[in-house]
């Protein structure tokens, strides 16, 4: 049989455990969206390149999947 201080231990280890997993949930989702901001301005970059180099806009568009108001940015 658990005494009363053990159990709240317990809980207490259960809870930490959990916070310890949301914290790393979280911090995998910043690091996500930080990946795939870094891989946009990348492609915003070869896209503005390739128009640089005189490529046609249409043509541009459909290599790197961007529209007309991404281009404009």
Do not use: Y
């Not at 989702?29 to 128009?51: P, S």
């Amino acid at each position: 049989m658990m005494t009363i201080a053990e159990m709240l231990e317990q809980r207490g280890e259960k809870r930490a455990w959990e916070l310890a997993e949301q914290r790393i949930l979280e911090r995998e989702q910043r690091g996500l969206e930080r990946g795939l901001e870094c891989g946009r301005q990348k492609l915003m970059q070869v896209a503005r390149d390739m128009l640089e180099t005189g490529m046609e806009k249409a043509t541009v568009m459909k290599i790197t999947g961007l529209d007309e108001s991404d281009l404009k940015e």
